[in-house]
């Protein structure tokens, strides 16, 4: 039956920006605070958010790392250490200066007792942190470390955007050490495809690995990694990065060691993040005129049971066998969890009760009224794909992990099509320009897509190229990824000699 | 064989508090961290705040809760609305006044583009989240609200020790919203209720549940009750509390709803929390002077193996035996968790290796050499007892989960009666002040413990008491609780009549 209506608007095609913060109500995921720039995750986003650190964090201990906790806070004076980084950070970050509050005379409240040195609550923690490892180190013996924090951070950002970009927001971030250079590179790429592997076989979403140009490294750092996907618009999300941080950080927090030979040597660090973010890559990438859809891997709820009770004189029955049903789909495995269903017991029309499940994206909705108890049957739809089938009820429980892979994978195949659709390779600047106009003014991001294309350029021709056509290199596509082409060509916007093609797009 | 010497020095009989810290260093649990009162919590720490929080996230959800993020800051105009709290609060908190660091002009930075209004670091979260329940809460309908949030808060503490008190703690915070006073304090009870469960049944650490006097009240609560455990030198430490706020937050927050009948009322909230000061009440429970002792239901490694491998024509072997050994333990469950064994392949002292693990609390320390192989054995230390058996390796798998629960059983039970021993009754205020009075001067500290006496002041004797003697009354038990006697009886203090005894003693 083709919809009427759909259940989030404006549509995609309408407004998609609004339409983003729209399926974010409409699943009641999150919300602005009263705060400027931060918001309140709710339970059915922060569930999301609490798979999403299981599996990670799994990923990260199968990895060698253990989680450990650091201050909030950052003393003025660490953030100074390191020149790129306070050009990086200082601009916008939240600053305490005081350490009490008393009246003001006028029935409120005034900051008093000032602080000898202001605090920044921390906006990442490669200087805290580093100056803890500069004691934890000695000797080559103490290497490597490899711990993990999952914290909260604070950046002063100016336009803020649900998950995408707020003041204050979650993370991990990964800290590393290591004796040699070799090992803590090999570490920041080990890192990036864990990343890639969480977001391709987790999230359904195809990532693209590769570097970052050294105007988009992360400040302080000698290389910086990232994955890069393509959102349903078009447009590119960094969402996640890696970082090889050289000696640079030891250098400013000294961590130095004792090597094998007796030598007095700095240490080569790394870090690595992911956000809440992902969060806005998942909708993004999934979610569709009628709400959020959620890859079955992280879904906070896998199969939703309605049960159909119009009738009195069937009810008990009908919520019998939904429990019954529920207690069987239970008792299934799939991707190493419990097969976690609800039954959707709440007094409301049937099609608002359906809708609510519909927007919040759970995978499988499951219907069974009075007829379905003399079949032994359920009826069943998927959430991505809106396909309806009945189903004898022993095949639905034997078949529920093969139903949820199956749409698991259905769903990263789509994003990989709309990749690949999307993407475009490009020689002349004629036909770049061309591909990254909007052919409708009243639509300006309606445009191309990822274009592979040579760059020679430096930071300078990266900013004018952003400038001019709001358009910035990716990354460069390590090799074996998606739009990796390691030929040499020439530049397509400087016309200089280029050792290989990189991804340009739009991008959040 | 009686040790000569100990692995913690001092000693708790020869310096209580300095034990303490050298316990948290020798396991390599935290450490002081540069910013004034912030502590770092090392790996050791924090596998164990992870399997606190693994445990009581469970309890939590079981118990109809679920979790989300609120923001890290509140204006300072939502901590001026309800009276009570600001007093408790604003007097030491971390308040953030500006948004930007810019060049000093003497090559250091300077806060710069103060905010409007400034921002205070939450201490707790009561305000905030209080300012969103208000917009969510429309009709009884959408009641209850039941919602924890794992966070961290700050409190700028004048005196810090590593998790007992520190400026940063980590911590839950469970805030819930319903339509009547007498389900709200059922949920206060409840909860409380939940964490006497936890303390007990798996800290090890018994507890006695009951309500503060009016003086000690969370800061705009009706009522507060707290759970406290008696440590190793019989001095209180408050583990955990919960809170019956009665309106006075809702009236603050404006947190309304039409209820059944049609009438616009005040919601009655409630809120309870537990912090990572768990830990210090663990170590201050069950460690001795050879340093940390874990119950095995909260232990990040149930069991380590230390292959002998003085011989190098027997060391594959060894390691070998040792591996397979690990296999069937891990085999083996514990407590609904894997038993998590760990090998300590370090290349060090024998003797050395073996401390490192006792100090750090491991439950079951195992030894395996060539003689082992040989009689298919192995050789198990239990850390609580010291005592030390040779077993089949077989008989050990098959008991391991057994030996893992008596060790847990055992840890309680000593810590029951470590409690027993050191709580008296009392009914006169020689005794009481005998009771309390050091014998030796140059070891104040220790005192008789609890003491189960009647009191009928107000808070101001409260106050006397506590300044002439250091004793306050750490709760009042409630009924079937240890100490719990309702019977009435004279005040101790004043004179006064009393309803029924109470619980004093030093305190944390």
Redesign the interface.
């Known amino acids: 039956m083709a919809k009427a209506k759909t259940a989030i608007s404006p549509t995609r095609a309408e407004d998609y920006p609004e339409w983003y913060q729209q399926v974010i109500k409409a699943a009641d995921m999150a919300e602005n605070?009263?705060?400027r720039g931060?918001?309140?995750?709710?339970?059915w986003g922060?569930?999301l958010?609490?798979n999403i650190q299981h599996v990670l964090d799994q990923m990260f201990k199968d990895t060698g790392h253990?989680?450990?906790?650091?201050?909030?806070?950052?003393?003025?004076?660490y953030?100074?250490k390191e020149a790129a980084h306070?050009e990086g950070f200082?601009?916008?970050?939240?600053?305490?200066?005081?350490?009490?509050?008393?009246d003001d005379g006028n029935g409120?409240?005034k900051?008093d007792s000032p602080l000898e040195e202001?605090?920044?609550?921390r906006p990442t923690s490669e200087t805290?942190i580093g100056?803890?490892y500069a004691k934890w180190v000695q000797s080559y013996r103490d290497l490597p470390i490899l711990?993990n924090q999952w914290?909260?951070v604070?950046r002063?950002e100016m336009r803020t955007r649900l998950f995408l970009r707020t003041a204050?927001f979650?993370w991990q971030e990964g800290h590393t050490v290591h004796a040699t250079a070799e090992e803590a590179m090999e570490e920041t790429r080990k890192m990036l495809a864990v990343y890639a592997d969480f977001a391709e076989n987790y999230m359904a979403m195809p990532v693209i690995c590769g570097e970052k140009t050294p105007g988009e490294r992360f400040p302080g750092a000698d290389h910086t990694f990232s994955i890069e996907a393509m959102m349903q618009d078009r447009k590119a999300l960094q969402a996640g990065t890696s970082h090889f941080l050289g000696q640079n950080f030891s250098k400013a927090s000294g961590i130095k060691f004792q090597s094998e030979a007796g030598n007095e040597e700095f240490a080569w660090t790394t870090s690595w993040g992911v956000s809440t973010r992902l969060i806005g890559g998942l909708i993004m990438t999934h979610a569709d005129d009628d709400g959020l859809v959620l890859p079955p891997r992280l879904a906070p709820s896998h199969v939703v049971i309605l049960p159909v009770m119009h009738k009195p004189e069937t009810a008990a029955a009908v919520l019998e066998y939904c429990e019954s049903l529920k207690k069987e789909l239970q008792a299934q495995c799939f991707a190493g969890r419990r097969v976690e269903v609800e039954i959707d017991k709440r007094d409301m029309r049937g099609g608002e009760k359906r809708w609510s499940w519909v927007k919040k994206g759970v995978p499988l909705i499951v219907e069974a009224g009075p007829r379905d108890i003399e079949n032994n049957a359920v009826f069943v739809a998927r959430r991505d794909t809106g396909e309806k089938v009945g189903l004898p009820r022993a095949e639905f429980v034997a078949t529920v992990a093969e139903r949820l892979q199956g749409i698991q994978d259905d769903m990263l195949a789509r994003a990989q099509a709309h990749r690949a659709e999307n993407t475009q390779t490009i020689d002349t600047l004629e036909d770049f320009k061309a591909y990254f106009t909007p052919q409708n003014a009243e639509r300006p991001e309606i445009h191309g897509g990822f274009a592979i294309a040579h760059w020679g350029g430096d930071a300078e021709d990266e900013d004018r190229l952003a400038k001019e056509m709001k358009v910035t290199i990716r990354n460069i596509p390590l090799e074996g990824q998606f739009g990796y082409d390691g030929e040499p060509g020439t530049c397509i916007y400087t016309g200089k000699p280029s050792t290989q093609r990189v991804i340009f797009a739009k991008s959040y």
């Open positions: 605070s009263p705060v931060c918001m309140v995750i709710k339970p922060y569930t958010w609490e253990v989680n450990a906790y650091f201050p909030l806070f950052i003393p003025k004076s953030l100074e306070v200082a601009k916008e970050c939240a600053v305490v200066t005081h350490s009490r509050l008393v409120g409240l900051p202001p605090l920044i609550v805290i100056e803890m711990i914290a909260n604070v002063w204050e979650l």
